[in-house]
């Protein structure tokens, strides 16, 4: 089956401006996330999405970034303005419930440079 | 709060060597435990979680962890190293009911020499 679906997977912008990334989740896969990897960190949970609700968004900066998820598949995460810190890999992920065993299953990310 | 601690941000082996990263975490419910490989420029693959059903968890390319409870640890062995085993390698816990929000350690980069 084919794997979780991210553009772009390189994206360099000025600070200030805005940038949107996209994701196309596994087939039938219920739950969708959003998490941000600063080098050196672990991946960070941005946003979690069950169909088309939102799960979590406890650690999404909202006052800048933005999500949705258009009926209950693809999904855009934005980020409008950017900053210097938000330079990082924003990796989705899926999974086919929500539910602790499952197993998330994570695409190439997109990189991005805020200069 | 759940968190994990990996110890050593960095671990070099020859090839052929034992592999041992080491997890630590913290959790005030009954946790479960994954552990993931990220290779360059690659999204994170699970190579083997474990979910109260046995205590030691195989996984795949020959990876195992143990769950120790009294210690409260989740750390990956391989009884031998391959260059492919080169890689960054995260910890994570989640709590069992609920949803599955994942908790990550800040990794630990495996450097395998010939």
């Known amino acids: 089956e084919a794997g979780v679906a991210q553009s772009p997977r390189y994206k360099i912008i000025e600070k200030r401006q805005s940038v949107a990334f996209w994701c196309n989740p596994i087939s039938g896969h219920a739950t969708l996330y959003w998490y941000q990897q600063i080098l050196g960190q672990g991946p960070k949970l941005l946003i979690q999405f069950q169909n088309n609700g939102v799960v979590d968004d406890s650690q999404l900066p909202k006052d800048r970034f933005s999500a949705e998820r258009l009926k209950g598949v693809d999904s855009t995460l934005k980020i409008q303005p950017a900053k210097l810190e938000d330079s990082a890999v924003y990796l989705c992920?899926?999974?086919?419930?929500?539910?602790?065993?499952?197993?998330?299953?994570f695409g190439p990310g997109t990189r991005l440079t805020v200069l | 709060a759940q968190s994990v601690t990996q110890l050593g941000s960095h671990v070099s082996v020859s090839e052929g060597a034992l592999v041992l990263l080491r997890c630590n975490y913290s959790?005030?419910?009954?946790?479960?435990l994954f552990w993931y490989v990220q290779y360059p420029n690659q999204g994170l693959q699970l190579l083997l979680k474990y979910t109260s059903a046995a205590t030691l968890v195989k996984g795949i390319n020959g990876f195992e962890a143990e769950f120790k409870k009294s210690e409260t640890s989740f750390h990956l062995t391989k009884p031998s190293a391959h260059m492919s085993d080169a890689a960054e390698y995260f910890c994570a816990v989640t709590r069992i009911s609920g949803y599955s929000t994942l908790t990550f350690g800040k990794g630990t980069m495996l450097l395998v020499s010939p």
């Open positions: 959790s005030s419910v009954p946790p479960y």
């Open positions: 992920a899926s999974s086919p419930g929500g539910g602790g065993t499952d197993t998330q299953y």
